[in-house]
């Protein structure tokens, strides 16, 4: 029965040898290439950004002594560094260029960069950017569909962990005000 749908080994084999230099993107990678390098990029962006404000939160809160909300903002700051980079290794893997470029960074960026005056306000505002995040990553998700599954599944594994980020403010939130 798996003849029925599935392609014949001299095809496969004849398709493979085509275009080598596609590497990981064979004649079979269905999603549309453009769209998922630019969707990428800004999702890198998101992420730089999201680095750079939750560094800027970490020294500020560690210079108002709150010790525990530095300690969640630097770990968060170090999630996103490390999808930052997943995110640039997938699209050199398909044959595109991951834009580290700081001219634009804030405007190809889905969350903003907001630094905040008190600790509620910076705790606020990476909530949101994580919501925002959230969103983004679930709406890449569902255009990807089967057509990209690797992709996919990489940004099914981020979206977890923002989703994770989301939850940990929400609950730093609720004991401030306690
Ligand atoms: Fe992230
Ligand atoms: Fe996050």
Known sequence: ??????SD??????????HIAQGAVTPGYHADRDVVLRLLNEALATEIVCVLRY???YFMAKGIHAEGV????????????AHADQIAARITQLGGEPNFSPDGLTTRSHAEYVEGETLEDMIREDLVAER????????MIGYLGDADSTTRRMLEEILAKEEEHADDLANIIEDLGH
């Open 70 to 81: 530095a300690a969640e903002f630097l770990e968060h700051a170090t999630d996103e560094q």
């Open 1 to 6: 029965m798996a003849g029925a749908f599935l």
């Open 9 to 18: 080994i001299q095809t496969l084999r004849k398709r493979a040898r085509e």
């Open 132 to 139: 925002i995040a959230i969103d983004s990553y679930r709406e």
């Open 55 to 57: 560094k800027r939160h």
